[in-house]
Antibody, heavy 116, light 108 residues
Protein backbone atom coordinates (compact mmCIF):
# COMPACT_ATOMS: atom_id res chain seq x y z
CA UNK A 1 0.00 0.00 0.00
CA UNK A 2 0.99 3.62 -0.43
CA UNK A 3 3.02 4.67 2.59
CA UNK A 4 5.36 7.39 3.82
CA UNK A 5 7.53 6.92 6.90
CA UNK A 6 9.51 9.81 8.39
CA UNK A 7 12.56 9.41 10.60
CA UNK A 8 15.39 11.47 12.02
CA UNK A 9 13.58 13.61 14.56
CA UNK A 10 15.52 14.30 17.73
CA UNK A 11 16.36 16.77 20.50
CA UNK A 12 18.91 19.29 19.21
CA UNK A 13 20.45 22.44 20.65
CA UNK A 14 19.76 25.88 19.17
CA UNK A 15 22.08 26.49 16.24
CA UNK A 16 22.39 22.79 15.57
CA UNK A 17 21.56 20.72 12.50
CA UNK A 18 19.39 17.73 11.76
CA UNK A 19 18.48 15.71 8.67
CA UNK A 20 15.02 14.24 8.32
CA UNK A 21 14.23 11.37 5.99
CA UNK A 22 10.99 10.15 4.47
CA UNK A 23 10.83 6.65 2.98
CA UNK A 24 8.18 6.13 0.32
CA UNK A 25 6.65 2.86 -0.81
CA UNK A 26 3.72 1.58 -2.84
CA UNK A 27 3.92 4.13 -5.68
CA UNK A 28 6.32 5.39 -8.37
CA UNK A 29 8.13 7.93 -6.24
CA UNK A 30 9.78 9.82 -9.10
CA UNK A 31 6.39 10.67 -10.65
CA UNK A 32 5.35 12.95 -7.81
CA UNK A 33 6.16 16.27 -6.24
CA UNK A 34 6.85 15.81 -2.54
CA UNK A 35 6.47 18.26 0.32
CA UNK A 36 7.39 18.89 3.96
CA UNK A 37 4.91 20.36 6.43
CA UNK A 38 5.30 20.98 10.14
CA UNK A 39 3.08 21.53 13.14
CA UNK A 40 4.32 23.26 16.28
CA UNK A 41 2.82 22.06 19.58
CA UNK A 42 -0.82 23.15 19.80
CA UNK A 43 -0.62 25.07 16.53
CA UNK A 44 -1.81 24.69 12.96
CA UNK A 45 -0.14 23.24 9.88
CA UNK A 46 2.70 25.15 8.26
CA UNK A 47 3.81 24.29 4.74
CA UNK A 48 7.62 24.35 4.41
CA UNK A 49 8.83 23.20 1.02
CA UNK A 50 8.19 21.18 -2.12
CA UNK A 51 10.38 19.44 -4.67
CA UNK A 52 9.41 18.16 -8.11
CA UNK A 53 9.93 14.57 -9.23
CA UNK A 54 13.12 15.42 -11.09
CA UNK A 55 14.29 17.91 -8.42
CA UNK A 56 14.15 20.67 -11.05
CA UNK A 57 11.55 22.68 -9.12
CA UNK A 58 12.06 23.53 -5.45
CA UNK A 59 10.34 26.11 -3.30
CA UNK A 60 10.56 27.11 0.36
CA UNK A 61 8.50 29.06 2.82
CA UNK A 62 10.18 32.28 3.93
CA UNK A 63 10.41 30.96 7.49
CA UNK A 64 12.96 28.30 6.48
CA UNK A 65 14.52 29.70 3.30
CA UNK A 66 18.31 29.71 3.57
CA UNK A 67 18.31 27.36 6.57
CA UNK A 68 16.50 24.24 5.31
CA UNK A 69 17.26 22.25 2.15
CA UNK A 70 14.91 19.75 0.57
CA UNK A 71 16.26 16.95 -1.61
CA UNK A 72 15.33 13.51 -2.88
CA UNK A 73 16.93 10.28 -4.06
CA UNK A 74 14.57 8.60 -6.50
CA UNK A 75 16.74 5.47 -6.62
CA UNK A 76 16.17 5.06 -2.89
CA UNK A 77 12.54 6.29 -2.91
CA UNK A 78 13.52 8.80 -0.27
CA UNK A 79 12.88 12.46 0.53
CA UNK A 80 15.09 14.51 2.82
CA UNK A 81 15.04 17.75 4.76
CA UNK A 82 18.39 19.14 5.89
CA UNK A 83 17.78 21.61 8.71
CA UNK A 84 20.56 23.99 9.78
CA UNK A 85 20.75 26.87 12.24
CA UNK A 86 17.84 25.44 14.19
CA UNK A 87 15.86 27.71 16.49
CA UNK A 88 13.45 27.06 19.35
CA UNK A 89 10.58 28.01 17.04
CA UNK A 90 11.47 25.09 14.75
CA UNK A 91 10.22 22.72 17.45
CA UNK A 92 7.41 20.77 15.79
CA UNK A 93 6.18 17.52 14.33
CA UNK A 94 7.48 17.32 10.77
CA UNK A 95 5.41 15.54 8.13
CA UNK A 96 6.29 14.54 4.60
CA UNK A 97 3.46 14.31 2.10
CA UNK A 98 2.89 13.36 -1.51
CA UNK A 99 1.64 16.21 -3.68
CA UNK A 100 -1.09 15.06 -6.04
CA UNK A 101 -3.68 17.81 -6.55
CA UNK A 102 -3.32 18.50 -2.88
CA UNK A 103 -1.36 16.55 -0.29
CA UNK A 104 -2.99 13.17 -0.65
CA UNK A 105 -0.70 10.89 1.35
CA UNK A 106 0.95 11.83 4.66
CA UNK A 107 3.46 10.15 6.89
CA UNK A 108 2.92 9.76 10.63
CA UNK A 109 5.38 12.56 11.45
CA UNK A 110 8.69 12.83 13.29
CA UNK A 111 9.29 15.13 16.24
CA UNK A 112 12.01 17.75 16.32
CA UNK A 113 12.71 19.53 19.58
CA UNK A 114 15.12 22.46 19.66
CA UNK A 115 16.17 23.23 23.21
CA UNK A 116 19.31 23.80 25.24
CA UNK B 1 1.84 34.89 -0.72
CA UNK B 2 -1.83 33.91 -0.54
CA UNK B 3 -3.16 34.17 3.00
CA UNK B 4 -6.06 31.85 3.83
CA UNK B 5 -8.42 32.89 6.61
CA UNK B 6 -10.75 30.25 8.02
CA UNK B 7 -13.92 30.98 9.95
CA UNK B 8 -15.23 30.41 12.47
CA UNK B 9 -12.33 29.45 14.70
CA UNK B 10 -14.53 26.99 16.57
CA UNK B 11 -17.90 25.51 15.61
CA UNK B 12 -19.96 23.91 18.38
CA UNK B 13 -22.55 21.53 16.97
CA UNK B 14 -24.40 18.34 17.83
CA UNK B 15 -24.23 15.03 15.94
CA UNK B 16 -26.66 15.08 13.04
CA UNK B 17 -26.34 18.83 12.50
CA UNK B 18 -24.93 20.51 9.40
CA UNK B 19 -21.48 22.12 9.56
CA UNK B 20 -20.45 24.95 7.24
CA UNK B 21 -16.78 25.98 7.29
CA UNK B 22 -15.40 28.97 5.40
CA UNK B 23 -11.99 29.59 3.85
CA UNK B 24 -11.31 33.01 2.36
CA UNK B 25 -8.19 33.77 0.31
CA UNK B 26 -6.38 37.11 0.14
CA UNK B 27 -6.22 36.76 -3.66
CA UNK B 28 -7.77 34.47 -6.22
CA UNK B 29 -6.73 30.82 -5.96
CA UNK B 30 -5.48 29.65 -9.34
CA UNK B 31 -7.66 27.01 -11.03
CA UNK B 32 -9.49 26.39 -7.77
CA UNK B 33 -6.43 24.56 -6.46
CA UNK B 34 -7.89 24.46 -2.98
CA UNK B 35 -7.84 21.40 -0.70
CA UNK B 36 -9.37 20.51 2.66
CA UNK B 37 -7.96 18.25 5.37
CA UNK B 38 -9.26 16.78 8.61
CA UNK B 39 -6.98 16.28 11.61
CA UNK B 40 -7.71 14.49 14.86
CA UNK B 41 -5.48 14.76 17.96
CA UNK B 42 -2.24 12.83 17.65
CA UNK B 43 -2.88 11.94 14.00
CA UNK B 44 -1.59 13.11 10.66
CA UNK B 45 -3.99 15.16 8.53
CA UNK B 46 -6.41 13.29 6.27
CA UNK B 47 -7.00 14.44 2.70
CA UNK B 48 -10.69 15.24 2.12
CA UNK B 49 -11.25 17.53 -0.87
CA UNK B 50 -9.16 18.72 -3.84
CA UNK B 51 -9.85 21.12 -6.66
CA UNK B 52 -12.26 22.89 -4.29
CA UNK B 53 -15.06 20.37 -4.81
CA UNK B 54 -13.75 16.87 -5.63
CA UNK B 55 -13.83 14.29 -2.86
CA UNK B 56 -10.68 12.27 -2.28
CA UNK B 57 -10.83 8.49 -2.48
CA UNK B 58 -12.87 6.93 0.29
CA UNK B 59 -14.30 10.17 1.65
CA UNK B 60 -18.01 9.89 2.55
CA UNK B 61 -20.44 11.93 0.48
CA UNK B 62 -21.59 13.87 3.55
CA UNK B 63 -18.42 15.93 2.94
CA UNK B 64 -18.69 18.45 0.12
CA UNK B 65 -16.62 21.38 -1.04
CA UNK B 66 -17.61 24.41 -3.06
CA UNK B 67 -16.41 27.83 -4.10
CA UNK B 68 -14.01 29.54 -6.46
CA UNK B 69 -11.84 32.62 -6.67
CA UNK B 70 -11.39 33.78 -3.09
CA UNK B 71 -14.28 32.14 -1.24
CA UNK B 72 -14.49 28.44 -0.46
CA UNK B 73 -16.70 26.31 1.76
CA UNK B 74 -16.52 22.84 3.29
CA UNK B 75 -19.91 21.43 4.25
CA UNK B 76 -20.55 18.36 6.36
CA UNK B 77 -24.22 17.57 5.75
CA UNK B 78 -24.87 15.55 8.92
CA UNK B 79 -22.18 15.34 11.55
CA UNK B 80 -21.16 11.87 12.65
CA UNK B 81 -19.31 11.36 15.97
CA UNK B 82 -16.05 10.73 14.08
CA UNK B 83 -16.28 14.09 12.28
CA UNK B 84 -15.43 16.17 15.33
CA UNK B 85 -11.92 17.35 14.54
CA UNK B 86 -9.93 20.29 13.20
CA UNK B 87 -10.27 21.16 9.51
CA UNK B 88 -7.71 23.01 7.40
CA UNK B 89 -7.89 24.49 3.93
CA UNK B 90 -4.78 24.73 1.76
CA UNK B 91 -4.03 26.35 -1.59
CA UNK B 92 -1.57 24.77 -4.01
CA UNK B 93 -2.18 27.02 -7.00
CA UNK B 94 0.66 29.42 -6.38
CA UNK B 95 3.93 29.27 -4.50
CA UNK B 96 4.39 29.34 -1.60
CA UNK B 97 1.63 26.88 -0.85
CA UNK B 98 -0.25 27.95 2.28
CA UNK B 99 -2.66 26.61 4.90
CA UNK B 100 -5.47 28.31 6.73
CA UNK B 101 -5.26 28.45 10.51
CA UNK B 102 -7.92 25.78 11.00
CA UNK B 103 -11.50 25.44 12.23
CA UNK B 104 -12.23 23.19 15.19
CA UNK B 105 -15.57 21.38 15.05
CA UNK B 106 -16.48 20.41 18.60
CA UNK B 107 -19.37 18.60 20.21
CA UNK B 108 -21.94 20.94 21.68
Amino acid sequence: QVQLVESGGDLVKPGGSLRLSCAASGFTFSDYYMSWIRQAPGKGLEWLSYISGSSSAIYYADSVKGRFTISRDNAKNSLYLQMNSLRAEDTAVYYCARANYGLDVWGQGTTVTVSS
Amino acid sequence: EIVLTQSPGTLSLSPGERATLSCRASQSVSSSYLAWYQQKPGQAPRFLIYGASSRATGIPDRFSGSGSGTDFTLTISRLEPEDFAVYYCQQYGSSPWTFGQGTKVEIK
